[in-house]
């Protein structure tokens, strides 16, 4: 089946780990019949902000994602967004972008506050149940918050546990913390992101996974958003014809983006 393609998660080289530019990144969009792509680098408020120049590479983002922007009109709809990482853990910083312009403003956890990086935790010596009840509660926090618009890979710390650590977790132990915070997303109005990135990684699935989504729809959740999280000009949009699936599987016949920080629909 041939659907309208989506991703409003990618990365360009002005977050620490991506690794082309938006023009390059657009090039590759359009050859691939994507019609709609965010850029979405990083923002991430932890220790390592001033090390990493957060500010500045947001800066130079906003401006590159322009000039593709105004260089690709007609052929493919480029937003400008954001992924603010831990926002809450350092308001002062995160403020300020909530204002500046964006089309989208991602939140997600790539860690707990004042813990390491989930890629760099030693999973062997921490208890896993009580690690991820904190991180639920953490989620729920950010959920809550009015300062992003869509919640990214919810299940996040599984990529690296399950995946890259081959340490089962009953997830089903977390099943009234996940319906808290997919009611919170209903409830302020965001969308619930379906990101591809771990589809035909080693997990093997998406963040968050189809049992989820259809539990976010069976909660009244209308608003969804699809992701590849590409680094890569080559994997943009990978996943996404197969998330479409899944999110069709459970019920919803129509994708979200956003301008202005305004959900938009579109059918599938």
């Keep these: 089946m041939s659907y309208k ?3 409003l998660h990618i990365h360009t080289d002005n977050s620490p780990d991506g690794h082309h530019s938006p023009m390059f990144m657009c090039e590759e969009a359009v050859s691939k019949g994507v019609r709609a792509v965010a ?5 991430d408020l932890t220790v390592d902000f001033e090390k990493f120049r957060y500010d500045k590479r947001a800066e130079h983002s906003f401006f590159e994602v322009e000039k593709a922007r105004n ?3 007609g052929k493919i709809l480029v937003l400008k967004g954001i992924e603010l990482g ?11 972008i909530l ?7 991602l939140g997600s956890l790539h860690n707990l506050k004042n813990k390491p990086d989930f ?3 030693d999973y062997e010596s921490i208890d896993i149940y009580e690690y991820l009840d904190e991180y639920f509660d953490e989620l729920i926090k950010l959920s809550l918050w009015h300062g992003v618009d869509v919640i990214t890979h919810m299940t996040c710390p599984l990529r690296y546990i399950t995946g890259r650590h081959g340490i089962p977790v009953d997830i089903e132990r977390y099943s009234g913390k996940i319906d808290i915070v997919l ?4 409830d302020t109005g965001k969308a619930l992101e379906v990101n591809t990135s771990e589809l035909f990684g080693v997990l093997g699935k998406t963040m968050p996974d189809e049992k989820i989504i259809k539990r976010y729809r069976e909660l009244g959740g209308k608003l969804i958003t699809v992701g590849s999280d590409a680094h890569y000009a080559a994997d943009i ?4 014809p197969e998330a479409i699936d899944i999110i069709s599987r459970c019920g919803f016949d129509k994708l979200t983006f956003f301008m202005k920080r305004e959900p938009m629909q579109i059918d599938i």
């Design 86 to 96: 831990e926002a809450l853990h350092d308001l002062p910083k995160t403020v300020p």
């Design 237 to 240: 949009g990978k996943g996404i």
């Design 71 to 73: 260089a690709f009109a």
């Design 39 to 43: 850029f979405t680098d990083h923002y």
């Design 183 to 186: 009611k919170n997303i209903i």
């Design 5 to 7: 393609l989506i991703d």
């Design 119 to 121: 890629i760099a935790l």
């Design 99 to 105: 204002n500046a312009g964006y089309d989208i403003i």
